[in-house]
């Protein structure tokens, strides 16, 4: 049985933000969920997607995240409790559904998790998606720790259906990630059959039922308001003249950093989690109890400016501030000493901050440096190395619109295959437009799972404007950056997935690109072939580059480290595959002369290397060691 199904309410356990999410969900009673897997919210998908081949809880990994919220919507409306998981830049996709099904509502509770990432941990944007809420008028709740975020869960899905209208469940990757203990409450039931009433005057959102339904979603919203102020969500917790109000995990920083400095006593706190929409009576109040107010809030000033506005109803309204010199940045996650640091200067209370940790001194030497990298073995890297060589063959140079995957790292040197990048699918239409404003030769790069998610479109366009370009799909069967979850061309799939595998290469012919080629990127000789002769071509050409994630046949058990590879006394110091390749498994010598050195604890075995030495001074390990 899966850990989350497992446990007495009452019991305790140590959770990640996204597991707690998940048992919340299942104590909810949800029945339907669907993600497009991204970090940070990744892991919720993944637990449900476990937990769904043990139950009757249906899960879905949907091919992007517009249709993973229309196949949420449609559940829902036909009665069912559901749950649909994104990362922030997930909810762009989806925010034409979104925006729309604020207006139609829906009949069973739907949540829809925006998993935001300031610092931009794994993202390409670090966008405030609490905006959403206000853009679509939908309420949103934001929790602030692994136990908030189970009840506020399940709360979620109860509020969706007394509201009748998606409720948004914002959290950032500093919750997703970490782990807290978490009281676990009972599990409910779920219903998994719905039904579907014909309502058309109220679900078809041509203009006139349109017009209708915006008027229904407003008094939604002034019921959502009068929850906001009762529900027990929006605290208010000590008596002081100075005032902090925040939300989600800056909670935890404030809470930490008044007890730190000793100032209970002088702080009144106003903690928010139900923050769209706010409980103005609640503020009101609070405003008038506090000489200063300091909000605490990552990324952009979203509470401040409504604890403005909201106070310009005041006779003497108190000063607030939260962004600003000497304050609070726009940029990144916050941190425990960066919010107790703010405090004391704000309020002007006495703090010596530490003095930093420097890992260096404690080592007695600098820090080795880890850039992220391709793993050693992958078949994007060997793709990228038949490009660049080819490209220097024939003497040209690429301009390479790349996309969102494991292979947005072959921007790095020496690959440096990526040179324009805006989000998922971005590389085939970019490069259309490269192409045509240009007289450069374009060659685009995108995975798999993101050419299902996004790159379709693109290629249709390309193909009916006769655009002049070569797309590189690079195809290794799974959605591997997030964690190797399924997508429709998913090849080998794993035991018991009951998805029916979707072919690339009969997708591509069947949009009407006439020159197509698919190739195993580790036959060498072949794909370098394959790709001088698309290069020096005209039109839209194809290639997919097909070989398996070496890490998920890993996974899936059907790859093991069947060879060792040692490098003879041929090799020189010609350094080919440290500046043209550049696996992390292939490494200089270690006193500065002889021949490279294979680590054999990072080497995946893939055998690419022994056909790119030019001295043919890499083998295979023989059985007697030699």
Known sequence: MHPLLSGQP??????????????????????????????????????????????????????????????????????????CAMKHVGVNVAADTLMTLAYSGVKGGLVLVS??????????????????AKLSGLPMLEPASAQEAKEMTTYALTLSEELSLPVILRTTTRLNHSRGVVVLGELKPRVRQGHFAKNPF?????????????????????????????????????????????????????????ADLGIGDRVTLLKLGFTHPLPTRLIQNFLTKVEKVLVVEELEPYLEEALRAIAAGLRQPPP????????????????????????????????????????????GRPLPERPPNLCPGCSHRA????????????????????????YTLGLLPPLSMGDYLLCMG????????????????????????????????????????????????????????????PH??????????????????????????????????????????????AVAAEGVRVIIS????????????????????????????????????????LQPPLEGEGPLVIDANLCNACGFCLQLCQKKAIRAKSASGA
């Open 546 to 585: 097909r070989a398996p994630c070496i890490l998920y046949m890993q996974r899936l058990g059907q790859k093991k480290r069947a060879k060792n590879f040692v490098v003879g006394p041929e090799c020189r110091d010609c350094r080919h595959c440290l500046d043209y390749f550049g696996c992390p498994a």
């Open 383 to 406: 793709t990228y190395y038949a490009v660049k060589i080819a490209l220097r063959d024939l003497g040209v140079e690429g301009i390479f619109p790349t996309d969102i995957g494991c």
């Open 320 to 363: 607030i501030q939260g962004k600003g010199p000497g304050l609070f940045s726009r940029l990144f996650e916050y941190h425990p000493g960066l919010v107790r640091q703010v405090v004391a200067s704000y309020f002007g209370v006495p703090y010596n901050p530490p003095a930093p940790l420097d890992p260096a001194a404690l080592l």
């Open 488 to 533: 429709p061309g998913v090849s080998p799939p794993p035991a018991g997935y009951g998805g029916q595998t979707i072919d690339i290469h009969r997708v591509v012919q069947a949009l009407g690109v006439e020159q197509v080629k698919l190739v195993n990127p580790l036959q060498y000789r072949l794909t370098l072939a394959a790709i001088k002769e």
């Open 202 to 258: 109220r679900y078809v959102m041509v203009p006139a039922v349109a017009r209708q339904a915006h008027g229904i979603l407003l008094s939604q919203q002034a019921k959502a308001a009068e929850v906001a102020e009762t529900c027990g969500l929006n605290t208010v917790q000590g008596n002081g003249p100075w005032g902090i109000v925040t939300s989600g995990v800056s909670a935890a920083y404030v809470t930490d950093a008044i």
């Open 426 to 485: 971005s590389s085939v239409s970019t490069a259309a437009g490269i192409a045509t404003a240009t007289r450069q030769k374009v060659i685009a790069f995108i995975g798999d799972s993101t050419f299902f998610h996004s790159g379709i479109p693109g290629l249709v366009d390309a193909v009916h404007n006769r655009h002049n370009f070569l797309l590189i799909i690079l195809d290794n069967g799974t959605t591997a950056m997030t964690g190797h979850q």
């Open 10 to 83: 009452g019991e305790k356990r140590l959770l990640l933000g996204n597991e707690a999410i998940v048992r919340g969900a299942l104590e909810g009673g949800v029945a339907l969920a669907t993600q497009y897997p991204g970090t940070p919210s990744s892991e919720i998908g993944d637990r449900l997607y476990q937990i769904s081949r043990e139950t009757d809880l249906y899960f879905e990994y949907a091919t992007n995240e517009k249709v993973s919220l229309e196949v949420a919507a449609g559940a829902a409306v036909s009665g069912l409790r559901v749950l």
């Open 115 to 132: 998993a935001d990432d300031p610092s931009l941990f794994s993202s390409q944007n670090e966008q405030d998606n609490r905006y959403y």
